[in-house]
């Protein structure tokens, strides 16, 4: 009596099917995986450095053993609390420097954003590409002549500045908000219309809450890159608003009694605190900037 | 053909047109929206420019705006002076040193940025594991503020007992190079590529995955060697993003001039440091020549004479770009 | 009252192009009227110049009695469903139905009311908190009609609103569709270019192309007295089979047959030598090898389609077909075996009860009903004569309702 049954296939384990992969092929994962490590180790370098530098005696170099011995933590507190300048205090300047100037960039690019993608108007291509060009222009061509105005004005020693860079916007990001918001479903702007919202409403209740990828991405990379601003807080404001930028560049860290001005480990700690806050940001919302410049596509 | 189907409706009377045009409703919308931005467009930015190229013509010296008398000696405002101040540039041997040393330097950072950025990028898409750690890292030294960078690399390459000195002894090199006074350039270069080129990574990342995968599995088949597949399929694909990325750096690098300074030996004067002459990039030149100087006039012409050339070099890359850019369009255009 | 009167609407494009040229239209109170044509006949457009959404280039709009025609979209009293829903994807389903309910400034407790009975219209109960992210197609279009429904407008404006779903729920919608119009009594303009959706939710429908109204009447009328040649061959599925025919001697004469003309009475005097002649393909009858009829035709058999409830019959024929240009793509869609240029002749189509005989033939003879079929004047393509049954017995059964 013949059953129907076919013939038992040999099965084949996965682990076996993986052992059959070509010499090469894992000679160049080796490979790979070494080049990557190395770069890492590579890039991981200066800030370990910088960080086992900033553990080092007060007034040392950074000769003698690679990891300090003892590591003298007490750089950090001294760094923290040095009597005549306070670091909570310049940390809450730049806190502020740096949110007044972000929050507002981040709405009004994302509201320039939103009139170049849905409007249709007079003179909105040649704005753009004006837009576009002032990107070309070279910061350094415009900053003295931006201080000069400044001067003009009164607004040194002020933060008024940081507040009119936020309202006007960055045109980096209004080009980002663009790009994304061409991609919206013009539907929704319709159906907008019928219930009876006009434009800003449209844009308020609408499309803002539908950014808060783009609206991340623009968080980060316009606050990042002004806590880390140097040039401006050093030359408008003076030495009680200042942020942490100018204090830590100039190395105000001067142990007491000293004739040195510049003692490295306590500089270097001061570095490292500054840097945290950014890092720690990024950390937190990295996966959401990866993703926001795919959606976007940079294509050129 | 058309058919009128209300006949028989009572005819209403129409008033005469009255057009509120949603097309001026629009850009109304339009206007209000970019209203911020254009703002500071005018005032923060044309402005400047403008005042910048006036001063360029006259003796402005930062304090004499308005006349103004000292020790009885009486000081008059600036004026006009027409364009002495260019020809003298033109002339200065200084002027033409430092745009040499930009252009030196942007020969070499903007390569090695764009190599070591598209190279991170394909190690990245490579399919290796842990992919967010390693992404982490490379673009973490991008997020490092300007001011802690520059410290964290003076002490690496200090003198005596910086890590780098310690590696290049460690392989049989002299261990003791002044990087900051002797090759303060070569720093300056490390510095750039390493806190830079983070962001460039992420965006040649976007690029490559964007290139879909079928693409490389024809080529597979077709017998093509990873290392054909990445010039036959890769890189002409990429060119749109290597364009983007080439126009970037060369405005980053004709920007840049916090790093020079930074970097000085000894950091008191804020922009009035000195900066070692292999780092002597333009616009630290026309920043000291302002900031240290005095000569406003003459920091500003020397910009208003950089900023032509500059915007011919970008007009050259961009125009370039017809013989190497790969245009989505262009392959469908002549059929 | 909410009748809506459109006055020679205009709405030409910066480019130049017309999309509505000169569209005149009344649609009663309560009325469904549909739109509908071929892709890009302006149907679409013409919607949302209604809406408000397009600036009519010249023409008056008339919502009720009030001009809208330089009103804004939300100050018309209007709901309308898109053709991909456009729900907020940010907001739950009951927010989506509240939102314009909201703006407009209805009291809380009346939004609330209104929310629910939306809901329970449509079933919708259970999804009020979820997001449209979260619900099908099916789910989101009745999401899309509870947004509209709640407003409690003046008319329903409706973009293709049935055309993302599949073939089954769309045809359950569909009945949903003609129960909530029964229920609710609110006038309707619905948009498709599916002329069964059109001849089965309409109360009446116009037939538009070019940016122009060809013909607007009820579906039987359409059906049956086609005003010209586009009509008669855009509604009705499969297309209706036209032919070049001559009138010779007193007899229609093409592709080798001579028919009696005296079959047609005293209409047969309103045909001018050259016309054209429209068989519909359910109109044609199968005729047994012993059975005779006044007007047959006879040919070979080229493809067979045995669809279940009823068979499609491809036969070619020597004679020159007529289309009229605009409707080559709509035939392309519906697959007609090489119904333009066949190795000789044209492909003609007749539909058959299901058991047709000719499943194993390989030759036919058909029956033409000469009440059943149409006449057009080949230069204006307008209709001479259409085919009008003397009776519900001339209308061969059984034929399955129109193709889905």
Sequence with gaps: MSSLTLPRLRDKSPRRRRRRRSRSWVLGRALVYATVLLLAAAFVVPVLWGFLASLRQHQAGVGGSIVPNPLHWENYSRAWSYPSLSFPHYLKNTVFVTSLATIPTVLTSAMAGFGFARHRARGRNLLFLFMIGTTFVPFAVTFLMSYFLFLQVHLVDTYWPWFLWGLSANAGMIFLFRQFYMNFPRELDDAASIDGCGRLRTFVQIYLPNSTSILAVASIIMGIGWWGDYIWASLLLNNHQTTLSPIIATGYYEPPGS?????????????????????????????KLARGIVTTGVKG | MAIDADAGSATVVRKPRRRVSFRRREALAFYGFISPWLLGFVFLGLLPIIAGFLISLSNFNGFNLHGYTVNGIHHPGAHYIGFSKYTRALHDPYFWQSLKTTGKIALIVIPLGIVTQLGLALLLNSGIKFLGLWRTIFFAAFVVPVVAKTDMWKAVSAQDGGVLNRVIGFFGGPKHIDWINGHPTALLLMLLVWGGSGIGMLIFLAGLRSIPEELYEAARIDGASKLRSFWAITLPLLTPVLMFELVTSLIFVSSMFQEPLLLS??????????????????????????????????GAAEIWIFVPMLLFVTAAVFYSGKFWVYSASEQYGRE | MSRIDLQDILKEFPNGVRAVDGVSLTIDDGEFMVLVGPSGCGKTTLLRCIAGLEEVTDGAVFIGDRDVTDVAPKDRDIAMVFQNYALYPHMTVRRNIAFGLKVHGTPRAEIAARVAEAARLLGLEDLLDRRPLALSGGQRQRVAMGRAIARRPVVYLMDEPLSNLDAKLRVRVRADLARLHEQLGVTTIYVTHDQVEAMTLADRAAVMNGGQIQQVDTPQELYWSPVNLFVAAFIGSPSMNLLEARVEGGNLKFGGFSLPLDELGDNARKLPPRVVLGIRPEHLTELGSDETAPWSIEADVSVVENLGAETLVFFPLDVTAVEPDELVDIREGEEQAGLIAADHGTMLTARLPSMARTATRKRIRLALHPNLCYFFDPATGSCILAGRPRSADEIPLPVAGPLQ
């Design chain 1, 259 to 287: 004739n040195s001005f510049f003692s490295v480990p306590e500089t270097l700690a001061g570095a490292m605190m500054y840097t945290i806050p950014p890092l720690l940001f990024f950390f937190l919302l990295q996966k």
């Design chain 2, 265 to 298: 030996p000894g950091l008191q004067g804020g922009i009035a440091s000195y900066v070692p002459n292999g780092n002597r990039v333009f616009n630290i030149e026309a920043l000291q020549q302002i900031g240290v100087t005095g000569d406003w006039g003459y």
